[in-house]
């Protein structure tokens, strides 16, 4: 249940990505509602692939530390940060 969490939240914020062809001939990418989440690559693929790596580790390194990760159409992830009794 929890994977399947992830996966769609990981699925909807890279829905949710802006891209763009910079004049150098470089694609960058960014997901607004995530913070800090960005990449860029030589082509579309490679920079989709890198803004997805980023992304996952934006998600661990916000959990771990505790931060409130932003709800996406629906998702909420931030019940993973909650203390289990």
């Known amino acids: 249940m929890k994977l399947k969490l992830l996966t769609n939240y990981i699925h909807t914020a890279m829905h949710k990505a802006n ?44 959990l771990r530390l505790g931060h409130t990760l932003p709800i996406l159409d629906g998702i909420n992830l931030n019940f993973f940060n909650q203390e289990v009794p």
């Open 19 to 62: 891209y763009e062809l910079l004049e150098d001939g470089i694609f960058y990418a960014e997901i607004p509602e995530c913070k800090g989440v960005w990449a860029n690559g030589d082509t579309l693929e490679i920079c989709r692939e890198e803004l997805q790596d980023a992304l996952e580790g934006w998600i661990i390194l916000g």
